[in-house]
Antibody, heavy 123, light 107 residues
Framework: QVQLVESGGGVVQPGRSLRLSCAASRFTFSRYGMHWVRQAPGKGLEWVAVIWYDGSNEYYADSVKGRFTISRDNSKNTLYLQMNSLRADDTAVYYC????????????????WGQGTLVTVSS | EIVMTQSPATLSVSPGERATLSCRASQSVSSNLAWYQQKPGQAPRLLIYDASTRATAIPARFSGSGSGTEFTLTISSLQSEDFAVYFCQQYNNWPLTFGGGTKVEIK
């Protein structure tokens, strides 16, 4: 069964940075696009970013563009989200998720999700 | 950005009854529509994609329909494990956007 384990969340002051990681296992990580999706406490889902299977392309939500960077290390089966200039409204559980596509294609649907890591931005 | 609107916000249904959830897009998304289920304290689970294709291991009581701007998720006979929040998501245009969710609760 596909496994995705996020880490790196915590409490951070506004304006500071944080890097999230997502360790992937039990599937061929290098063949799949990967997403970050977040959920503020008690709220709905917000897509954050996606990266192509080979890291060749990325898309971001407008709310994080210019502040967040998605990246991956296929040799380590790990996905990252570098978050800079954090704001209070970035407070959320951050999920990494595998794209449904695979084999170099991006479907833009998330078929497996990690359990999430909580990021709290507060002074 | 395409806005996804789900209705109702809360649906009260008795076990064994049928549940019908709606999702409307602010502009056409063709059939590029997915449905997810989320239970408290858990990650979302993919149910349906391409508006009507069930994801792996999803029971047949879940079905999706629609195209363009109007979509429906139907749960034919609610089981106890189906009480949860359901989200729709469009993937016709960037950015990907989700609806606000419909909570299905026990009547």
């Amino acid at each position: 069964q596909v496994q995705l384990v996020e880490s790196g969340g915590g409490v951070v002051q506004p304006g500071r940075s944080l890097r999230l990681s997502c360790a992937a296992s039990r599937f061929t990580f290098s063949r799949y696009g990967m997403h970050w999706v977040r959920q503020a406490p008690g709220k709905g889902l917000e897509w954050v970013a996606v990266i192509w299977y080979d890291g060749s392309n990325e898309y971001y939500a407008d709310s994080v563009k210019g502040r967040f960077t998605i990246s991956r290390d296929n040799s380590k089966n790990t996905l990252y989200l570098q978050m800079n200039s954090l704001r209070a409204d970035d407070t959320a559980v951050y999920y990494c998720a595998r794209d449904l596509g695979g084999f170099g294609e991006l479907y833009e649907v998330a078929d497996y999700w990690g359990q999430g890591t909580l990021v709290t931005v507060s002074s | 950005e395409i806005v996804m609107t789900q209705s109702p916000a809360t649906l009260s249904v008795s076990p064994g009854e049928r549940a019908t959830l709606s999702c409307r897009a602010s502009q056409s998304v063709s059939s590029n529509l997915a449905w997810y289920q989320q239970k408290p304290g858990q990650a979302p689970r993919l149910l349906i994609y391409d508006a009507s294709t069930r994801a792996t291991a999803i029971p047949a009581r879940f079905s999706g329909s629609g195209s363009g701007t109007e979509f429906t998720l139907t749960i034919s006979s609610l089981q106890s494990e189906d009480f949860a929040v359901y989200f729709c998501q469009q993937y016709n245009n960037w950015p990907l956007t989700f609806g606000g969710g419909t909570k299905v609760e026990i009547k």
